[in-house]
């Protein structure tokens, strides 16, 4: 370009840049610069188009790459224009062209600016609870369609006021096209139902807040549903509401106004503080203080506590006028999904609580909150992917030849949509088995789609012929392609580490279907995102009653006896494990129950053996009471119980020989538990490095539901780093069931890429 000429430009802009302020940014940009021409949202991001100096455009386009604090800009693509003399710069409408292809922002706190307008007695939206900005708001929780603007999403219904008008229209307004703007005068309003009362706005969360400071139980619906909520400090409300929610040992999520209160509650590093405060507000689990002033009924015999901050204006308030940290769980019965919906809120959860705190914006899709695990090095993981993450896409180390569409596992169900170089996953939906997870799935499959206008070519789906996504993708009548699970993990693992090289993959979780037909759970793969190969495993064992032997760990303990020590050492422990021993003893001694070799299932067995439960009344609770109990002892000065490695096959039977004989010396059992856990990072370690070693690879991805155990994964990672290789663990996705579609498309795609390219590897 010619110094002092004027040249016009056509900039496409794609990512996460609608509902993220990035018009009104290019907007004062260009204006400062001097620039005509125009910006708009359309199908495929942000298009705008500038005229002026070569110098001020170049200017505008290193401003564009970068883009405003929320956007994720992946591409910005310039082609010069013919100048077309115009004048001035202005947001144009957005344009409804053919293909959509942007992506929502996720749902963002409330930022600082909002925060000290809903605190000022004097602003116009002083204790609003629906106050936002372009900064700051409701995003994929109420969006229906794109291209993202107020007509695509639940706040349709609200006809701004002339003032909230006025500033939707001004540049220089920090709600300059802030979608979901509004105020008291024209906005959502709260409403209140508690028994016969009945009350709205300010006198609604009045309501609400003297019930809860009366020990009360009360449905608060939040960004992304409901959640029930009462006085965290107090024993009586937390007792009801386990009742009442049928909810017998599974830890609530507490909610607090500020981080010094969370500090109170929990030992919080600082990247678990930075976790805490950042816009996703995520719920963030962290060891519990001794002194902690909750209730014992909110987190029973675990070591940590997940506690969040105000994720909405209206529980800022909610927790400023209660002023005592709040139960904050998810608003359902049991295990069904959170309700989200006000109908359905009514009916399901009128009868679980004292009242009800709602308003009249919809919520579109149901969203829960998000868990991260605090680490006592380095940054949180996650455990939940969902408010304040979806949909923010992951990069494909290979790009998908054709769009997939991958319908994950049947518990921690997660969906994703594939195409080129990119992958969305859905929020967390829950276990296929509830009708209403399911419901929630088939949704999550048709908004995914239609949020990103991609037609999906292919299913993947997981081998196991009787998960609900599976056959879904059968009944689905897209070209089907089958992922093995712990393939699927590993491949997981890989994606968030842009990875394309073989690694070996220890895949230790519950459960899945291997491709011998077997139920695999603690294996080693030698795998690529392409193919994998198991050349590793924990030595199987009788899974007696199958689900039965999931809810009732002494079940899997009787069949580690019986394989490690023999029929009469199972028969002798019988007695001190269940009343229905001997029937299930002889199952297991006439081989008429299916083998695993899964890890968590492991877990169990020495969960129940050291006296630990012998049931259970949630996924992973005597894996994860195993832990909190060998996290009181040091595990370096700990006993390590050794298995032996036969060949390829970790074999447990002198670990449990040794847990058994300290046991009966009166070894405490945290220090049982402490064993354990050494014995299984020490010997998966040693045979790991010996795999690797033998395969010529270098790095080691950990996957799985079994490493959410920070102090296996830790002392397993060190190990192997000690050795030389290199560890790929989980940070974006969960290591659970929950990052599997995104395995399952990585798969599909690296596969149709070989396929697009000649090689013919699809199986
Ligand atoms: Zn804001
Ligand atoms: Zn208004
Ligand atoms: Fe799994």
């Known amino acids: 370009m010619t110094e002092g000429a004027v040249h016009r430009v056509r900039v496409r802009v794609r990512g996460t840049v609608q509902g993220v302020g990035f018009r009104p940014f290019v907007h004062r940009r260009a204006r400062e610069l001097g620039l005509a021409g125009w910006v708009a949202n359309d199908g495929h991001g942000v298009l705008l188009e500038a005229e002026g100096l070569a110098a001020a455009l170049a200017a505008l386009v290193r401003d564009v790459r970068i883009g405003p604090a929320l956007a994720v800009v992946e591409a910005v693509e310039v082609e010069a224009v013919e100048p077309a003399g115009t004048c001035g710069f202005t947001i144009a409408t957005t344009r409804h062209g053919a293909g959509t292809d942007v992506r929502v922002s996720a749902d963002v706190a409330p930022c600082a600016a909002c925060l000290v307008e809903l605190a000022d007695p004097a602003d116009r939206r002083f204790g609003y609870p629906f106050l936002n900005c372009t900064d700051c708001g409701p995003r994929y929780t109420i969006v229906r369609a794109v291209p993202y603007d107020r007509a695509s999403t639940t706040m349709c219904e609200f006809a701004m006021c002339p003032r909230c008008r006025a500033e939707y229209d001004d540049p220089s307004d920090r709600r300059f ?16 139902s508690g028994g016969a009362q009945s009350a709205a706005g300010a006198d609604a969360l009045a309501a609400a807040i003297a019930c809860l400071r009366g020990g009360g139980v009360v449905a608060v619906k939040g960004v992304g549903g409901y959640h029930l909520a009462c006085d965290a400090g107090n024993e009586h409300p937390v007792t009801t509401l386990r009742r ?12 607090v106004a500020d981080l010094s209160a969370a500090q109170q509650l929990c030992e919080l590093g600082a990247a678990a503080l930075a976790a805490l405060a950042s816009s996703r507000r995520p719920i963030v689990l962290a060891p519990r203080r001794t002194d902690a002033p909750v209730a014992a009924g909110v987190a029973p ?5 997940g506690v969040m901050l105000p994720s909405s204006p209206l529980h800022v308030l909610l927790l400023g006028a209660v002023g005592r940290p709040l139960v904050m769980t998810s608003g359902n019965s049991s295990s069904e999904p959170m309700a989200y919906d006000d109908a359905e809120a009514r009916d399901r959860l009128g009868p679980l609580v004292d009242g009800i705190l709602s308003h009249d914006r919809q919520i579109h899709v149901r969203t829960d909150d998000s868990v991260l695990q605090a680490r006592s090095e380095g940054r949180p993981r996650l455990v939940r992917r969902a408010r304040g993450w979806v949909p923010q896409p992951l990069q494909l ?15 921690k ?5 594939a195409r080129g170089g990119s992958v969305v996953v859905s929020q967390h939906l829950g276990d ?21 206008g991609v037609t999906p070519a292919v299913v993947a789906h997981d081998l196991h012929p009787d998960y609900r996504s599976t056959a879904w993708a059968r009944a689905s009548g897209l070209a089907l392609h089958a992922v093995q699970h712990h393939h699927a993990h590993v491949a997981a693992c890989l994606v968030e580490h842009g990875v394309t090289s073989q690694v070996l993959g220890l895949a230790f979780d519950g459960v899945g279907l291997g491709s011998d037909g077997t139920l695999w759970g603690g294996e080693f793969l030698l795998a690529d995102l392409a193919a994998s190969e198991r050349v590793g495993q924990l030595a199987p064992v009788a899974l007696p009653g199958g689900d039965a032997a999931v809810r009732e760990p002494w079940r899997v303990a009787l ?7 023999g029929p009469d050492v199972a028969a002798a422990h019988g007695p001190r494990l269940d009343g229905r021993w001997a029937a299930v003893l002889s199952i297991v001694a006439a081989g008429r129950a299916p083998e695993t070799s899964s890890a968590g299932r492991l877990f169990d067995a020495v969960a129940a053996l050291i006296g630990v439960r012998t049931r259970v009344t949630y996924e992973g609770q005597a894996a994860i009471e195993l832990e909190a109990l060998a996290r009181r002892a040091d595990l370096r000065w700990a006993p390590s119980y050794s298995f032996s490695v036969d060949g390829a096959r970790l074999d447990p039977a002198p670990m449990l020989g040794q847990l058994l004989a300290d046991r009966d010396r009166g070894v405490p059992v945290e220090r049982l538990a402490a064993g354990f856990h050494r014995g299984l990072a020490d010997s998966s370690a040693q045979l790991a490095v010996r795999l690797a070693s033998e395969c010529g690879v270098d790095t080691v991805a950990l996957s799985g539901g079994v490493f959410q155990n920070a ?7 060190t190990a192997l780093r000690r050795a030389g290789l290199r560890v790929l663990v989980h940070e974006q996705l969960p290591p659970n069931d929950g990052a599997i579609s995104v395995g399952q498309a990585a798969v599909a795609a690296a596969r149709l890429g070989a396929v697009e390219a000649g090689e013919g590897v699809l199986d």
Do not use: I
């Open 301 to 305: 015999r675990v070591a940590e506590l």
């Open 711 to 717: 102090l296996l994964s830790d002392a397993l990672a």
């Open 559 to 565: 069949a580690w006896l019986h394989r490690a020590l």
């Open 177 to 192: 096209h802030a979608q979901p703007n509004a105020c008291p005068m024209c906005g959502p309003a709260l409403t209140w």
């Open 432 to 452: 296929l088995d509830d009708w209403a997870t399911y419901q929630a799935f088939t949704a999550a499959v048709e908004h995914l789609t239609r949020l990103s």
């Open 397 to 411: 180390p290979l790009p998908a030849a054709r769009p997939v569409l991958a319908v994950g596992a049947q518990l």
């Open 244 to 255: 009442r929610k049928r909810r017998d040992d599974k830890p609530f999520a507490v909610m």
């Open 413 to 417: 169900s997660t969906v994703a949509l």
